[in-house]
């Protein structure tokens, strides 16, 4: 399990994976290029486009020969639609990248065969985690259901999903299954921000999978106000922030079923990565990793990310990558249980 607090491990990380030791021979030069970091979301609200709109803004500064670099908007299926389009049709130059859902990695895991995912997920060349993840169950205010006791003793709710893999789908599912809720998942919205207006108009009534960083600063009076609450924070760990918000694990007893929920609930630990396409030449993908690393731990991004309120917990693309290669190596009753609480939709 990784620790959800890593800015100074993520530095010392960063330093021991950029020694020159793990240079290559010939370094890769991005001059009269550009880079387009594509983003699997629609634009707004604080979470994975404010993220990668400022990598943006520093990345190219790392890389050598300083490229352009453009950050456009490619939503779609819980951004599979973008991991479908990186590992199939992206140049294999490294003048694209993505932000992707932290989903994407277990995505065709936990779904099976009726995941959407047309990749191996340890073929991506991961760049990098700008954070590990708590997110959370939300209520709006007017819904049949007050609070988390409401929800386990089954009361309905309409929650909103961006569709299959996405965060608001799987995790709404698992608390379904595993908890017994009656979360009626209504599926097919572009992203948070549609699901949150959707809240909002009072068409839904909750949102399962949407990140405390996020939620904190773009919906700080809601909070503040009572309009929105967290009542269930779905994660590995909680967040120093929210003390007194029950953690879905600790609310799980049979013990299958909690490993099948740190499995699901594992995506968390890479709370928004980056990722580049398969076939990435060797010095282009260590161009990459060094530039995403060296942007995370530039002063001026650290500050920018402060005054937007963004939380930064950088993991390495190596952590990542190898996270996800450990994933794919556990037992199969493990990977089967995960699969079971997420096959029900209602």
Same mark, same amino acid.
């Given at each position: 399990m990784l620790n959800r607090r890593f800015v100074a491990m993520g530095a010392v990380l960063s330093s021991l994976f950029l020694s020159p030791s793990h240079t290559e021979a010939q370094e890769a030069s991005f001059a009269g290029k550009s880079l387009t970091i594509l983003v699997g979301y629609s634009p707004g609200g604080i979470g994975?486009? /404010?993220? #990668? $709109?400022?990598? #943006? $803004?520093?990345? &190219?500064?790392?890389l050598p020969g300083n490229p352009k670099v453009a950050v456009a908007n490619r939503p779609g299926a819980g951004s599979m639609t973008l991991a479908n389009y990186m590992y199939n049709v992206a140049p294999r130059d490294g003048t694209e990248i993505a932000l992707v859902g932290r989903g994407i990695a277990t995505d065709p895991l936990i779904n099976g065969v009726a995941s959407s995912a047309k990749f191996d997920a340890t073929k991506f060349v991961w760049l990098g985690s700008m954070n590990n993840e @708590?997110? *959370?169950?939300?209520?709006? $205010?007017?819904?049949? =259901?007050? &609070?988390?006791?409401?929800?386990?003793? *089954?009361?309905r709710v309409e929650a909103g999903s961006t569709g299959a893999g996405g965060d608001q789908q799987v995790?709404? !599912? =698992?608390?379904? +299954?595993?908890?017994?809720m009656n979360l009626h998942i209504i599926p097919g919205y572009p992203g948070t921000n549609e699901i949150l207006l959707g809240m909002t108009s009072g068409e839904l009534d909750a949102i399962a999978g949407y990140s405390w960083s996020a939620a904190k600063i773009g919906n700080a009076n809601e909070i503040k106000n009572g309009d929105i609450k967290v009542v269930l924070q779905l994660a590995l760990a909680k967040h120093a922030e929210l003390p007194d918000v029950p953690l879905v694990t600790e609310l799980v007893r049979d013990e299958q079923g909690k490993q099948a929920l740190e499995l699901i609930m594992s995506r968390q630990a890479m709370g928004r990565p980056v990722l #580049? %396409? %398969? *076939?990435? !030449? %060797?010095q282009v993908s260590h161009a990459l990793r060094k530039a995403v690393a060296n942007s995370m731990l530039d002063p001026d991004f650290i500050a920018e990310a402060n005054q937007i309120g963004l939380e930064i917990s950088f993991v390495s693309g190596e952590e990542v990558q190898s996270l996800v290669e450990r994933m794919y190596k556990l037992p /199969?009753? /493990?990977? !089967? =249980?995960? !699969?079971?609480? +997420?096959? @029900? @939709?209602?």
């Open positions: 994975y486009d /404010t993220y #990668g $709109r400022l990598l #943006g $803004r520093f990345i &190219s500064k790392y @708590v997110s *959370g169950l939300y209520l709006q $205010r007017g819904a049949p =259901a007050k &609070s988390l006791e409401d929800l386990l003793a *089954g009361k995790f709404s !599912q =698992a608390l379904n +299954v595993l908890l017994k #580049g %396409p %398969p *076939g990435l !030449q %060797p /199969t009753a /493990t990977i !089967q =249980a995960a !699969q079971k609480a +997420v096959a @029900v @939709v209602n």
